[in-house]
């Protein structure tokens, strides 16, 4: 199996379950990998048979802009959803880490994989 991925992607949006955190935005740092069938792309040299993970993280982006949950959970389960419908991914590994929200810890989070391989 091929895999795409996108490393380190942060994304600023509105997370959190305590009232403070309602009307500030946050960094969320996201880790993603994708199985994705290479081999017609690289045959063709052609994009269009790719997974453009500059699209995905273009949707990304977008995703988090609008989104307002209390729980990264959420989030991560939302968003899983929409990449997989939107792009027809059949299999994701996600890492969701929300740096910051416990101060002795580099950042916190959820790992969550979805789909078959």
């Known amino acids: 199996m091929d895999r ?4 380190g992607l942060e994304v600023d949006t509105v997370i959190g379950a305590y009232d403070w955190e309602r009307g ?3 960094c969320l740092r996201l880790d993603l990998s994708f199985a994705w069938d290479n081999r017609p ?17 273009a949707r990304i982006q977008a995703f988090a802009e609008v989104s ?8 991560a389960e939302r968003l899983a959803e929409v990449l997989m419908s939107e ?14 929200a416990v101060p002795a810890a580099k950042g916190v989070g959820v790992e969550i994989e979805r789909g078959c391989r």
């Open 4 to 7: 795409v991925f996108i490393e």
């Open 24 to 26: 500030i935005r946050q």
């Open 41 to 57: 792309a690289a045959a063709g040299d052609d994009l269009s048979k790719a997974l453009d993970y500059a699209s995905v993280s």
């Open 68 to 75: 307002q949950f209390q729980l990264v959970e959420t989030f």
């Open 87 to 100: 792009f027809n991914i059949p299999w994701l590994h996600l890492k969701l880490t929300k740096p910051g």
